[in-house]
């Protein structure tokens, strides 16, 4: 395991707050609440990653962008003065022309947050620390934990939600993630992503860009970045009828992840300073067990009993 990118960042954090007007209130404000509610809606998705600056030597840029459409339903899961959680669903034409819902990442905000997580692995090693804000570190600041499809997370940050110049942006400081769904079963030429990530409203949506550096980082030898990427997702609205399936799905299926987001939430405010989290426990991996349990849809205690062992105090 390697040392947490967030415990370097940190100090970084400060020289903003000093450069920038502090909020005093103990509740944010309404514009910061309306910024984070309005990305939820249903929308066209344009997904758009391209490799920009080969920074290894002998790296070769991969000329060819990756590049997805989809309609995604960007629903409120819970809402109170202090946190937010959107869950997104893609929506996708099955095989007999009927939608199929697959439940996507959740984005989950919480205000003057004190406890963040630091993606502290690499390779197959889904390591992760806990670092611990003074609150004067966290004044004004909303964090952004992102989930995978399970639920587990996939990166924390923070940052603050700035109402300038008639624009709407929330930008977090510098995070590390495990390498994305997109390539981590094709590529093995590097161990996570330090990504800085933005969020910014726009007159039909939003958009979510992204930073991003791609890092060896390997036992015996330097940290090294191999390449540059930036990263652009458009998000804008729109009418579908296969928006009705999402809304649907998440009917019958809502209150059974809802207890899984709390209880990955809580596993990782309460586990110790370095855990993570498991893909196989007694003799089921996760996938399969999350999958069991949201078709059988046992009692919320069942469901955290299962969990518990997938989540690895070190």
């Known amino acids: 395991m390697i040392r947490g990118l967030m415990q370097t960042i940190i100090p970084s954090l400060v020289a903003l707050a000093a450069a920038s007007v502090i909020a005093t209130a103990s509740e944010p404000s309404a514009k910061d609440r309306e910024a984070i509610l309005s990305m939820a809606g249903v929308f066209t998705v344009h997904f758009s990653f391209h490799e920009t600056a080969a920074i290894a030597p002998g790296y070769e840029l991969k000329k060819k962008p990756y590049e997805e459409t989809a309609t995604e339903v960007i629903q409120v899961v819970e809402d109170s003065p202090t946190r937010i959680a959107l869950q997104n669903l893609l929506v996708v ?12 990442w959740a984005q989950i905000w919480t205000w003057q947050d004190t406890e963040l997580l630091d993606y502290s692995g690499a ?5 992760w620390g806990r670092v611990s804000l003074t609150p004067e570190q ?11 499809i399970d639920d587990t997370p996939r990166y924390e940050g923070y940052g603050k939600w700035i109402h300038e110049r008639g624009e709407s942006y929330w930008q977090g400081l510098p995070t590390r993630r495990p390498l ?27 958009v979510h860009e992204q930073d991003n550096r791609k890092v060896v980082d390997r036992e015996g030898g ?45 596993s990782g405010e309460h586990a110790g300073t370095t855990f993570s989290y498991s893909t196989h426990e007694n003799g089921e991996g996760l996938s399969k067990l999350l999958t069991r349990l949201e078709r059988e849809k046992p009692a919320p205690d069942a469901i955290v009993r299962a969990l518990k062992p997938f989540v690895i105090s070190r």
């Open 180 to 206: 994305p769904r997109r390539e981590y079963s094709k590529r093995d030429d590097y161990d996570y992503l330090v990504v800085t990530n933005r969020h910014a409203l726009t007159p039909d949506g939003w």
């Open 138 to 148: 966290a004044r004004g600041t909303w964090s952004q934990l992102v989930t995978q």
């Open 93 to 104: 034409p099955g095989k007999d022309g009927k939608p199929v819902v697959i439940k996507h």
């Open 123 to 127: 390779g197959d090693d889904l390591a």
């Open 222 to 266: 330097p940290v090294r970045t191999l390449c540059h990427e930036s990263g652009i997702n458009t998000y804008t609205r729109t009418e579908s009828e296969d928006a009705a399936a999402a809304l649907a799905w998440w009917r019958e299926h809502g209150e059974f992840w809802d207890t899984v987001r709390r209880f990955w939430i809580e």
